[in-house]
């Protein structure tokens, strides 16, 4: 049975801290100096300029790690930015996580042993594209909260965060002979608010947990001022660092702020985002500008130099109407999503090589295999694997039901007859609803469209009504309303329902199909959502000579676990067509690799899968709305 680890269950287990520390041992010389100038940052009394590029250590997998940063290395980089996902680390509160890709410890280790230089980007908000722009849902459902503000609830967890983060990296701080530089006081701050308390609170706090190290800010030009801290330094953000580095000093008149010119994300070009008609943004060239501001004696990071994968339910999205990012986070970066260079990454390697000396070799990657088409077989419904039941009158929201992530399905027993179109808690969907009555489809909500159809339901006594509903990725503004599910009450032709069960599915893990595995269910195009199963043999070694691009054709949406790991989501309508399929999470060629699919709106007819050496964007129409808009 497919189990959900409640909040509940969670805060029984006080405090509980899974960790996987590296060892790490810091130089001996305790020489260790950060300091800057006007126009200089100084490390050990030596001038440092800093040339960054941002990868986030939480969409890579960790064994491409080392890999990733060496390519950074190899573009003439010598310092690793990186966000933190507060939502992963504490997904459920206060269960701590730093294994596998959480595991700080070793990617600072992989930084350090590189020879290579970082920043930190905690956040606790950090925008990125992120649910919520990382922020736990399970804030969201704690009495008084308020986000991204002087309020006591969010200060206390957001502190308790940053100690937590303190003691896996602080043998990694500059300040104890450690790769790591810097500290970003929130993110682009000066966007929404101005709060110098709620900006010095974090401050205060970021000063015990990562000690010694210096703070900055990161805002656009025009909301500087805004989001600054007097004593950290101040630095902009954007496309176009000659328009953007040089308002800095018209911006910034606290001496204490003032230091060296950055423009700490020069972005790269956009995020793709699902929809029917939203296309694939592309790489784009950022040569010219770098070239610019190492002319300046000026310092950059690079907004994404890898941009990786959305795992899982990461994704966050856009508001009016909700626009989901996709489960790539490609980016158009200069390391593409299997990181692979890019177009462009030579042209930024030669700006940089204008002004940087002694470049190490470009390391040769192997290309993508192909994997041939294997057939997945339908063999159970999502709904067969219900974990308990949560009972209530009305309906409750996904959060107040123990999880962030995922869907949860709403169920109801007719007690008397009910016909006509059924409205579903207040405003919007929350985020995309299926309606079935007695496990068949009949129709979808969905708030990616303004222009949304009718769905007319007709109930009798005893029949079952059940709203199966999506959380495509909070708004990633961190200040809204961010609770998913149904808010609200719902009613069948005006006639309001009452009485629901509720079931959780964050799929933290697949669903055990084993019992199932070798049995075929039939599936018609009326269908409640249903798994799917296949295996494939790896011609490779398990590494990037094995990673591909996993097809599925035919399918119209839901979520891929490959020997267990959650792909994220597939959907037809695009632009994302394939799933990155990292070859490290393969088997050796002699064994078998499962391959589990959720099909939330299955049609009749045989299905396959394979995987792609090239990877192809494109669109399609959406078969559960195609006259939305």
């Known amino acids: 049975m497919q189990t959900a680890l409640t909040l509940a269950a969670v805060m029984a287990h006080c405090a509980i801290v899974v960790l996987a520390t590296a060892a790490y041992t810091a130089p001996t010389t305790s020489n260790f100096t950060w300091t800057a100038n006007s126009k200089s940052f100084i490390l050990n009394g030596q001038p440092y300029n800093i040339i960054g590029g941002q990868i986030d250590p939480q969409r890579v997998p960790k064994e491409y790690w080392a890999q990733r940063i060496q390519m950074a290395k190899s573009m003439g980089l010598n310092t690793i930015f990186s966000y933190l996902y507060w939502q992963d680390l504490e997904k459920y509160q206060g269960h701590w996580d730093f294994t596998d890709r959480n595991d700080l410890a070793s990617w600072y280790k992989a930084i350090a042993d590189a020879g290579m230089k970082a920043v ?218 299997t990181g692979r260079p890019a177009s462009t990454y030579n042209n930024m390697r030669n700006a940089i090589a204008k002004h940087v000396s002694n470049i190490p070799a470009v390391p040769s990657n192997p290309p993508l295999q192909s994997v041939s088409s294997f057939t997945l077989t339908p063999v159970a419904r999502m709904f067969d694997f219900k974990p308990t039941v949560i009972t209530s009158s009305s309906p409750k929201t996904i959060e107040a039901c123990g999880t962030v992530f995922g869907y949860i399905l709403y169920e109801h027993k007719a007690t008397a007859s009910a016909s006509g179109a059924i409205a579903v808690g207040t405003g919007a969907p ?12 009949q129709g979808t909500l969905d708030a990616i469209y303004k222009n949304r159809p009718t769905v007319n339901v007709s109930l009798k006594s005893g029949d079952t009504l059940q709203l199966l509903v999506e959380n495509l990725g909070r708004q990633k503004s961190g200040q809204m309303d961010q609770v998913k599910g149904i808010v609200g009450s719902v009613s069948v032709g005006g006639q309001a329902l009452t009485g629901w069960d509720h079931y959780t599915f964050p799929f933290d893990s697949p669903p055990n199909l084993s019992s199932s595995s070798n049995n075929s269910i039939s599936v018609a195009d009326t269908s409640a959502p249903t798994w799917y199963r296949g295996t494939f043999k790896n011609t490779q070694t398990p590494d990037m000579a094995a990673d591909t691009f996993l097809d599925l054709p035919s399918f119209t949406k839901g979520l891929v676990f490959v020997n267990g790991h959650n792909l994220g989501r597939y959907w037809t309508i695009g632009p994302q067509q394939q799933l990155f399929l990292p070859g490290a999470w393969l088997h050796e060629s002699s064994g078998e690799n499962e391959v589990l699919v959720l099909d939330l709106s299955p049609r009749s007819g045989s299905r396959t899968a394979s995987g792609k050496s090239t990877r192809r964007w494109g669109n399609n129409p959406d078969p559960d709305c195609n006259n939305c808009s």
């Not at 500087?224 to 328009?243: C, E, Q, T």
């Open 120 to 337: 930190l980007r905690p956040g606790p908000y950090i925008t990125a594209e992120r649910d919520w722009g990382a922020l736990p849902g399970w804030l969201g459902i704690i009495p008084g909260m308020q986000t991204r503000a002087n309020n006591a609830p969010f200060l206390n967890a957001t502190i308790n965060y940053f100690n937590h983060v303190g003691e896996v990296i602080q043998p990694y701080l500059v300040s104890n002979g450690g790769p790591i530089l810097m500290t970003q006081i929130e993110n682009e701050y000066g966007y929404v608010g101005s709060d110098m308390n709620y900006k010095s609170a974090l401050s205060s706090g970021m000063a015990k947990a990562f000690p010694g190290i210096r703070h900055y800010t990161n805002d656009c030009p025009s909301c500087m001022k805004a989001g600054s801290v007097p004593g950290a330094l101040a630095i902009v953000d954007g496309s176009g660092p000659k328009n953007q580095i040089p308002q800095i000093r018209q911006q910034i008149s606290d001496t204490s702020m003032q230091g060296p010119l950055m423009d700490g994300e020069v972005w790269i070009t956009w995020f793709d985002a699902w929809g029917p008609h939203k296309g694939h943004t592309g790489t784009a060239d950022a040569s010219g500008d770098i070239d610019w501001v190492l002319s300046q004696g000026a310092h950059f990071s690079l907004y994404m130099f890898h941009g990786g994968t959305n795992w899982g339910f990461g994704n966050g999205g856009e508001n009016n109407p909700l626009t989901p990012h996709t489960t790539s986070y490609d980016y158009g970066a200069v390391l593409d999503e």
């Open 430 to 441: 929350r985020d995309r609803i299926i309606v079935l009555v007695n496990g068949v489809r």
